[in-house]
Each structure stands twice: as structure tokens, then as C-alpha cells.
């Protein structure tokens, strides 16, 4: 008899994602993002953090002040576009921790990313997330939040052996 409480693809890949944004050194915000083909094969993953060759020692991660983050940390999406190094992403999804803000939308349609699964939208007040949500709409790129009844997963790094 087969297991019955498996995860589905979207926890799955929601998950991939999450793990994905424990990499990033944002003090305040981690996200995360996993880029999928319509056929369940995960294509890239990325997150939030300074771009190749910028110290995350000698950039600022503030959110407010005369330095802040926001001029450098390059966001989860455009990560994972970036390192799926040219691969084709017409017809994918992107999973991703945070609902996309205008530039990565931008950067998702122009790939050919289809659809956008998000776990949270806390921004959708802000004139950013709603020209996303503009963009991805006259663009036909589909957007959902995440459904479902799994409040977390909770991986062990101790081999089964030694577990008693």
C-alpha cells in the first residue's frame, strides 16, 4: 500500500523555494523563488542577495538611511531567471515566497514564465505589486496563492540509523 500523506508538486516546489530564501543574508527579508517546466522538472532556483562578485560584507542591508539595500540586493525571480543561464522558460511557473514586485514581473513576462504561485502577498496594497498584477494580467501570465492545508515541513539532517 503506497503513502497516502505525500506532499503535492506545488507544496513541493513552494518548498524548494522556501529552502531557497534560507541562503539569503537580508536581515529583514528572505525570499526564495523555484522556477519549474510544465513537465514537474525544476529549472532554476534563487534568492534574495547582493549580485556575483559584491560582498554581502561591504553592501548595505538596511532598509532605511542614507545606505540602504535597495539599489544592490537583486530580487529571488530575477535570480532564478538569471541562474537558469539562458535555458528555455517558456511555459513555466515560478514559485516564489513573496508575490513579485514591478521589475521582476517585468523580467517574468519578458522570460515566458506563464504562471506565478505566491505565498504571500503583503505588499498588494502598494502601487508596485498592483502594476505587477496590471503587467502579468495584459500579459496573460496567470497568478495564484498557494493552497493548501500543510502549515510546514521539517527536514532532519540525522540519518535514519541514528535516529532512536
Known sequence: MKRT???????YFMGIAMLAAKRSKDPSTQVGACIVSADNIII???YNGMPKGCSDDEFPWDREGEQTK????VHAELNAILNANGRDLRGSRVYVALFPCNE???AIIQSGVKEVI???DKY???LGTMASKRMLD????KYHQLQTDVSS?????????KMK
Open 5 to 11: 500523506d505525500y506532499i503535492s508538486w506545488d507544496e
Open 44 to 46: 532554476s532556483t534563487g
Open 70 to 73: 535597495y539599489p544592490y540586493v
Open 104 to 106: 521582476c514581473a517585468k
Open 118 to 120: 505566491y505565498l504571500s
Open 124 to 126: 498588494a496594497d502598494t
Open 138 to 141: 495584459a500579459a496573460g501570465v
Open 153 to 161: 515541513i521539517t527536514l532532519s539532517f540525522i540519518p535514519p540509523e
